[in-house]
């Protein structure tokens, strides 16, 4: 179900990149990085800005990786949270 059907927003953005262990010729490397948002959102653009930040953070050049992923954590419901206006 989508984050939006839910109703529901992220605090937090998981990306993770492995190598296929069972290709030992290969090099090997498994990494993820778990990174908070400066605000909950269901907003795909700022969810796709955060993970390209994480997977800057754990990417190697030279590795033949054989998964990616990204998963969403800290998952309330929008109505938790109140922007303020100014």
Do not use: W
């Not at 109703?7 to 498994?30: C, E, G, M, P």
């Not at 948002?37 to 997977?55: C, E, H, R, V, W």
């Amino acid at each position: 179900m989508k984050l939006r059907e839910q109703k529901s927003i992220a605090q937090f953005v998981k990306v993770f990149v492995r190598t296929n262990q069972h290709r030992l010729q290969d090099k090997q490397y498994h990494a993820g990085v778990s990174i908070q948002m400066d605000l909950p959102t269901s907003d795909t653009p700022t969810i796709i800005k955060y993970a390209l930040k994480g997977l800057e953070l754990i990417y190697k050049e030279d590795h033949n990786y054989s998964k990616c992923g990204i998963e969403l954590h800290g998952l309330i419901p929008e109505n938790t949270i109140q922007i303020e206006s100014v």
